[in-house]
């Protein structure tokens, strides 16, 4: 079994099928989906709802996580629907074997533990879970629940467009690489500005653990996720992470070799007071529909510290963050991004590479491992800056 960390290999997935008259082309398999669940009732509407995509297909059922594990030995899956409240060993403990029993397929828990159970379902999507979605009550299975459901599998299920394919080697090299790389010099960073959407907190994870105590930037970070998980969350990156962290309020100060965390409740942007800088929490609808929405996190940077900052871009659905990074550009900041083949979702990073803005796209533990390398030579530069 391979250990949750080391999860985060994806072969690229089918492309959705594509209907468009006489130019259309070949259509593609259907998305094949696994339920995991206890109860009858819920596995037989959530198979209505899946087949009711042409583009999709219910591959496999199973009233267990045990009878899962062993149904994956010979089901071929693209997204399995993972219940973590069941009699016996239950999704979260089964995790860890699911994810080794299907490494090429992704994972979105759905449960009525996702409200009312947000530690377990942080932990599981830092395990590598991609995704997330309520399990509603009697009555709660309308069509916009369909909708939901279908877009995020579709999301899940679908391939990372073409272009990722001229990707190399991405997850053993340092060098910038990807598509369309950013030639433009950029500050020395004095903060680090991560966002991240589906699949996002197992790649933060993986790229914090590579962040030494060495390392004493300041951490923000805008992770998409409902308002009553942001607590748990911060917890879970305090103790991943090893560094004091908070959830930004209003006038939350920003200090060295501590994290801040937007909360569900708005966006997390910056301001000077004085000779210190600190948080302001704003509500207006960002462009991405998003909230918390990165964009406005990477545009405070642009200003407030004049772009001497480095963004990153995990995994996520859209294309948050594509607005504001070009902001932070123009100010002279740095925008790194993950590849395509660690992605659940090469959305988010995908727009930012692919509009010229990034100057590194690679897994996260090299990222994190090439921010230790960027740290420590801006480091001995200014030290010797200064004895000079």
């Known amino acids: 079994m391979n250990p949750p960390g080391d999860h985060h290999s994806r072969l690229l997935r089918k492309p959705s099928p594509v209907s468009d008259g006489a130019n259309a082309a070949p259509a593609a398999d259907p998305i094949r989906v696994m339920l995991i669940d206890d109860s009858l009732t819920v596995r037989t509407v959530l198979k209505r709802m899946v087949e009711s995509d042409p583009g999709m297909v219910v591959a496999d059922t199973a009233s267990s996580a045990e009878r899962g594990i062993a149904q994956l030995k010979n089901a071929d899956v693209d997204v399995i629907l993972l219940d973590l409240e069941m009699p016996g060993m239950g999704g979260l403990v089964a995790l860890p074997d699911i994810l080794a029993a299907a490494p090429d397929a992704q994972v979105m828990v759905v449960s009525s533990l996702t409200e009312d159970g947000a530690q377990a379902t942080v932990q599981a999507l830092s395990q590598g879970a991609a995704d997330t979605m309520l399990k509603p009550r009697p009555g709660g299975f309308n069509e916009d629940y369909r909708s939901q459901l279908l877009g995020k599998i579709r999301a899940l299920g679908t391939s990372i467009p073409d272009t990722a394919s ?23 960073p004095e903060i680090l500005a991560i966002g991240a959407s589906t699949g996002g907190i197992h790649a933060l994870n993986v790229m914090l653990r590579a962040l030494t105590p060495a390392f004493d930037l300041p951490i923000l970070i805008t992770q998409h996720l409902p308002a009553s998980f942001i607590p748990v969350f911060a917890r879970q990156i ?9 959830i930004a309020e209003e006038g939350t100060e920003i200090r060295q070799g501590e994290i801040v965390i ?7 942007t910056l301001r000077r007071v004085g000779d210190r800088v600190a948080t302001r929490v704003v509500s207006e609808r960002a462009a ?89 030579s801006a480091h001995c530069a200014g030290a010797a800056a200064v004895r000079a």
């Open 166 to 188: 001229d990707q190399t080697n991405a997850a053993s090299t340092r060098e910038p690489i990807g598509i369309r790389t950013s030639q433009r010099r950029s500050k020395r």
């Open 238 to 246: 305090e103790v991943a992470s090893g560094r004091p962290t908070r």
């Open 262 to 268: 937007a909360s569900g409740e708005g966006h997390m």
């Open 288 to 376: 991405s529909g998003c909230l918390p929405s990165v964009d406005p996190m990477l545009a405070s940077l642009a200003t407030t510290y004049e772009g001497r900052a480095l963004a990153v871009i995990l995994s996520g659905m859209g294309r948050d963050g594509l607005q504001g990074a070009q902001i932070l550009v123009e100010a002279g900041g740095a925008i790194w991004a993950q590849d395509a083949d660690t992605s659940a979702v090469w959305g988010m990073p995908g727009a930012v590479a692919k509009a010229g803005l990034t100057s590194m796209i690679a897994a996260p533990q090299t990222l994190g491992e090439a921010i230790m390398a960027e740290f420590s």
